[in-house]
């Protein structure tokens, strides 16, 4: 069974880099037929993907998020990272974790969100 969970700061200052990790158990982010997602909700709005890392290390972004969002992964520890460089207050949300088969799919594991302010 697979299970995922979000960590990192709950509150961010403005111009501060927002970085997440997501933590996965019960099976290994490099194996085939599993891609790794970055998801957002701010509050009061619907969710927003925003990338992905696959098992094997190719990473896909939005085109509506800016180029200094990045996604990062360590094999050893099974975990994949968000970096969100310069952040803004209307970055403020709450951030998923999720996992697809395929670039594309649908969303069949999540872990559970946490909740991140950018705000001085």
């Known amino acids: 069974q697979v299970q995922l969970q979000e960590s990192g700061p709950g509150l961010v200052k403005p111009s501060q880099t927002l970085s997440l990790t997501c933590t996965v158990s019960?099976?290994?982010?490099?194996?085939?037929?599993?891609?790794w997602n970055w998801i957002r909700q701010p509050p009061g709005k619907g969710l927003e993907w925003m990338g992905a890392i696959s098992s094997s290390g190719v990473t896909y972004y939005s085109p509506s998020l800016p180029s200094r969002t990045s996604i990062s992964r360590d094999t050893s520890r099974n975990q994949f990272t968000l970096h969100l460089s310069s952040a803004m207050p209307e970055a403020t949300a709450v951030y998923f974790c999720?996992?697809?088969?395929?670039?594309?799919?649908?969303?069949?594991?999540w872990g559970q969100g946490t909740h991140v302010t950018v705000s001085s």
């Open positions: 999720a996992r697809t088969r395929y670039v594309g799919g649908e969303f069949d594991y």
């Open positions: 019960g099976g290994s982010i490099t194996t085939d037929y599993a891609v």
